[in-house]
């Protein structure tokens, strides 16, 4: 009982983290049909970013946490203009190729300009101890880490189904050439869905660090993780990539504690079976 | 039939031509070959191991170039054939090298026909992350089955007799190179003929549009399967020439990492043409070796700035461009 309720929580965070990080790269890859590969590159800038304002100018937690999504998406503006809207519309091979270089010069400057160190990011005071139910004690950051998730998932159903700017990104999700010819800016929603989407992979980058630590090459290990996920889930929906994160996250938490010895086995099995049976994704639509 | 027709008349390209474009090749592989051999006798490890490397990014072309399927799992196929090759040795005590690369050939060709039905169910992006997938499982199945490969000390013990009982494998690695250089040359040869058949050119219209190519009665996922055989066993070629001639197998060769790299190799050089391959291949490894010495991270930031530029700037490669470049002036000069 112990193990499973421990299993259940730890899964459910590391499910919630890999779902604010992906939910990003969803969202624009349904939108703007580019296949990101440089999305984990934005997340372990955030992290970098949190390390060094938390832990090397010592100015705690939440301003570590704002900060980071704001210079990430301040780096990330230039990198869209310059390099992103050249591969829009183009075949997928060339999607890969770009946005690995562009992983591979993050991953080289990182750890040019930070060492190949791990980082932390020291927690606020609150989130460090945890709390007892009764019968079992849950570390208050895993809490933490669950209530970004579902917080970020409510924030992104209600921007997307109740408002305009919603209404307009649907839109161009669906139909980029009609949406433009009834008068909607898709240039700007693009651009301002490309902002939220790195904006949001900091923050998870961030409030995730203690599951996915920060070190250079993070961009590369997780990249694939991140990928998966939004392909399982299917892209540009967030309900498909709630589920995806939580069913992928349960089963990797489990095949982590329950047999150790086989890594990342069984994630990658369960991959293989869901993408057989659904090849568009577990909440992909037939076009 | 019609279809292969068509396409030759298109391209409009006599046959003779292509038959002394093929002589070309080859003798501008033996030139390299000679070239290297004389110019870094102390490197023929290195030399060796592009060899084997441009087998697996020959095998890439095959499914990315000629068939338009992105993948980034091709290494499956090399370390599956460098595995089969070494297990033959540490375990069964087969050392004939060619009855290995045999070894090699068919486990590639195996582990191709597996991916491909595995690959072959979805498009685009879920196909790439199949792919994905499916490489971290061969790197996981092979870091579990420790007895079989050694884990993550890799597999060693492997012993391969001389060439034809005549040649032994020496310390300097020179009956290790001329193995290479003739398995890269029967490769070379027989690729041409499969991407000028018929069946080549039905994948590359397949890679144009599969439709169409439905529509005509050909089924493209049979086409697709047997390239992905095809190019199974070319890889498993070049895995198996690595497990002869560097005598280990290490885990490295069933990774992403090594599959990325096969695939920056070939976009460097260009895809859909057998001479981008080889090209990207030298070029990218020499490169490597020498910028990677230094230091790796900036190597890592070097291929990433690369990469870039490549797609900004040369998106048909290195070769490809080239190649463009001189048949512009050709025809300017006619």
Redesign the interface.
């Given at each position: 009982m112990q193990t499973v309720f421990s299993i259940a929580i730890d899964a459910l965070a590391y499910g919630m983290v890999l779902f604010v990080i992906s939910i990003g790269l969803s969202v624009t890859m349904g939108l703007m049909r580019v296949v990101n590969l440089a999305h984990g590159a934005f997340a372990m800038i955030g992290g970098y970013i949190a390390s060094y304002v938390a832990r090397d100018l010592g100015l705690g937690y939440a301003l570590a946490v704002i900060a980071a999504v704001v210079i990430t998406i301040i780096i990330a503006i230039p990198i869209e203009r310059l390099l992103y809207r050249r591969i829009y519309g183009q075949p997928e091979l060339t999607q890969v190729l770009m946005t690995i270089g562009i992983t591979f010069c993050i991953i080289g400057i990182a750890n040019y300009a930070m060492g190949p160190t791990l980082k932390t990011i020291p927690l606020a005071e609150p989130l460090r101890g945890s709390v007892d139910l009764g019968f079992r004690t849950i570390s208050i950051h895993r809490l933490f880490a669950i209530i970004c998730g579902l917080a970020v998932a409510l924030g992104l159903w209600f921007a997307i189904e109740k408002t305009s700017f919603g209404v307009k990104l649907r839109a161009s999700v669906d139909n980029a050439a009609m949406a433009a010819a009834l008068g909607v800016r898709t240039e700007i929603v693009y651009a301002i869905s490309f902002a939220v989407a790195v904006g949001l992979a900091a923050f998870g980058g961030v409030v995730g660090a203690e599951l996915l630590p920060v070190e250079p090459y993070y961009a590369l290990r997780y990249m694939v993780t991140f990928l998966v996920v939004v392909s399982v889930g299917g892209a540009g929906s967030i309900p498909g990539a709630l589920i995806a994160c939580l069913l992928l996250g349960a089963i990797d938490t489990t095949g982590r504690y329950l047999m150790p010895e086989f890594g990342e086995f069984f994630f990658y099995l369960a991959v293989i079976a869901i993408i057989c049976v659904f090849p568009r994704g577990l909440a992909g639509r037939i076009k | 039939m019609t279809l292969a027709v068509n396409t030759q008349t298109i391209l409009g390209r006599p046959r003779g031509g292509s038959f002394r474009r093929d002589l070309m090749g080859v003798a501008v592989i033996a030139v390299f070959a000679a070239a290297g051999y004389i110019l870094f006798p102390d490197n023929l490890a290195l030399l060796t191991r592009i060899l084997s490397v441009a087998l697996l990014v020959l095998a890439l072309d095959l499914v990315?170039g000629y068939c338009g399927v992105?993948t980034?799992g091709h290494a499956a196929f090399f370390g599956s054939g460098a595995y089969a090759a070494g297990i033959l040795s540490a375990h069964y005590g087969i050392n004939d090298p060619l009855l290995m690369t045999l070894g090699g050939i068919v486990a590639g060709a195996v582990a191709g026909l597996l991916c491909a039905v595995?690959m072959l169910?979805?498009?685009?992006?879920?196909q790439?992350?199949?792919s994905?997938?499916?490489i971290?499982?061969f790197h996981?199945?092979a870091?579990?089955a420790s007895s079989w490969t050694g884990g993550s000390d890799g597999l060693s013990g492997i012993m391969p007799d001389p060439v034809f009982g005549l040649y032994e494998f020496d310390l300097f690695g020179h009956t290790a190179y001329f193995f290479g250089v003739a398995l890269l040359l029967i490769a070379f040869v027989l690729l041409r003929l499969v991407v000028r058949s018929p069946f080549g050119m039905l994948c590359r219209g397949i890679k144009e549009d599969p439709l169409r190519i439905r529509a005509m009665g050909a089924s493209p996922n049979a086409a697709l399967a047997k390239m992905y055989v095809i190019s199974g066993a070319v890889a498993g070629t070049g895995g198996a020439l690595s497990a002869i001639s560097t005598q280990v197998v290490a885990l490295d060769a069933l990774s992403?990492t090594q599959s990325?790299e096969a695939?920056?190799m070939l976009?460097l050089g260009g895809?859909g043409s057998l001479f981008g391959a080889l090209a990207g291949t030298l070029i990218f490894m020499l490169f490597e070796d020498y910028v990677s010495a230094a230091n790796p991270?900036?190597?890592?930031?070097?291929?990433?700035?690369?990469?870039?530029a490549?797609?900004?700037f040369a998106?048909k490669g290195i070769y490809g461009t080239a190649a463009a470049y001189f048949t512009r002036r050709g025809e300017a000069n006619r």
């Open positions: - | 990315t992105a980034l595995i169910r979805a498009h685009g992006l879920p790439l992350v199949l994905i997938a499916l971290y499982l996981e199945l870091n579990k992403f990325a695939l920056v976009v895809t991270f900036h190597w890592l930031t070097m291929v990433g700035a690369l990469l870039i490549v797609v900004l998106p």
